[in-house]
């Protein structure tokens, strides 16, 4: 029976299969660049909050301080060529449990606030997803809280309708390296609830 169990952990370690984005935040970062998170830099020591920073759509930019350390990176709920348009909101419910069970408790759920849209299905996609983000927040008892875009971009960049550019500049100011744009809104939304975290 050991001889089998052995067996089955070298076959396991030796595997190289590609891991879906919704399995586990950790193991699908790590497997992505080989660490943790494609940006971290620490927030502040000692920190015991578990804060986690969203800015919603099909191309999700996530930033989340824990034990003081701040992670980040996108996440894609694109839609695939044969998917139902739920699909999206399940597979992303699907990455809020996982990334629970990686972060233990979450604290607060911060979102970027979004009151005008460039098209209709922009528009439903983000209705979509916040309200399947409300509705797990409170199904775990997870305080959440909007912010305006315009009050985040004022925050990072002084001006509250910078660019994508500003914003990426802001975040690697802060030490953070963005990959693109929605990472680097979760980031500017993760440090504003660090200086005003008034639900923390």
């Keep these: 029976m050991n001889e089998i169990n052995d067996l089955e952990g ?53 930033a989340l301080s824990i034990s003081g350390q701040a992670m980040s990176g996108t996440e894609s709920f694109k839609l695939g060529r044969f998917e139902g348009g739920g699909m999206r909101y ?31 299905d922009a528009a439903h996609a983000y ?17 959440y809280q909007g912010v305006p875009v315009g009050t985040i971009k004022k925050f990072a960049t002084g001006k509250g309708n910078a660019n994508k550019e500003a914003m990426i500049d802001a975040a690697k100011r802060w030490g953070h390296a963005p990959t693109d744009d929605n990472e680097a809104d979760a980031l500017a939304l993760l440090h504003w609830s660090m200086a005003h975290g008034v639900m923390a």
């Design 90 to 120: 399940l597979r992303f419910v699907r990455w809020l449990d996982d990334l629970m069970r990686f972060t233990g408790p979450i604290s607060t759920v911060y979102f970027e606030e979004v009151r005008r849209h460039k098209g209709v």
């Design 10 to 62: 070298r076959v396991a370690d030796e595997a190289r299969l590609p891991i879906p984005p919704y399995v586990c935040v950790r193991a699908h970062i790590y497997g992505q660049i080989g660490n943790r998170a494609s940006s971290a830099t620490q927030l502040a020591a000692d920190d015991p909050r578990v804060v986690l920073a969203l800015d919603l759509g099909s191309t999700l930019g996530w």
């Design 127 to 143: 209705g979509g997803f916040m309200a399947q983000l409300t509705a797990w927040c409170e199904r775990h008892a997870v305080p």
